[in-house]
């Protein structure tokens, strides 16, 4: 360190040494796709899109790898003013997700889809394949 001798704390430059190796180690693993990868979890409003756009950018800059996205609380289509209205706003950001998402799945589940028992899971466990596997063959 190049101020080594103004420093009185003890062992602080030794520390400084660990931490930065600590640092690239996280990074290494947070950026090799076979160790570590990030499940991005949005609800489709505005602010949530914004948020996860901004995260997949910065994965996308970092390096780390984003193998799927999941948007969560989707209200159901119905046809009643009220849910018209929520369902343009909502594809609005379900539109804005999905096309920050570049390489990665995108998996979408519905309002009042809440997976209860092993059959949801399995369920939602096979969107998520066929997401993946459409957007490879992409």
Same mark, same amino acid.
């Given at each position: ?9 003890? &062992?602080?430059?030794?520390? @400084?040494?660990?931490? *930065? ?6 990074? &290494?693993?947070? $950026? &090799? *796709? ?9 609800? %489709?409003?505005? @602010?949530?899109a914004e948020e996860t756009t ?7 800059? @970092?390096?780390?790898?984003? %193998? ?6 989707? $209200? %159901?289509?119905?046809? $009643? ?7 343009? =706003?909502?594809?609005?950001?379900? *539109? ?6 570049? =390489? ?6 519905? =309002? ?9 899971? $399995?369920?939602?466990?096979? *969107? ?11």
């Amino acid at each position: 360190l190049k101020y080594d001798n103004m420093l009185k704390v003890p &062992d602080l430059k030794a520390r @400084l040494v660990e931490i *930065s190796r600590g640092a690239n180690e996280l990074q &290494d693993l947070l $950026t &090799d *796709s076979k160790r570590a990868g990030l499940i991005a979890v949005a609800i %489709p409003t505005v @602010l949530s899109a914004e948020e996860t756009t901004d995260l997949l950018e910065a994965c996308d800059k @970092l390096g780390v790898a984003v %193998p799927a996205v999941i948007i969560n609380q989707i $209200t %159901p289509a119905c046809d $009643t003013p009220l849910f018209r209205a929520i369902n343009a =706003r909502e594809a609005d950001s379900i *539109s804005r997700i999905e096309r920050s998402a570049n =390489r990665s799945a995108v998996s979408k589940i519905t =309002r009042g889809c809440v997976p209860r028992d092993l059959a949801d899971i $399995t369920a939602l466990g096979v *969107s998520l394949i066929k997401a993946s596997q459409s957007k490879a063959a992409a």
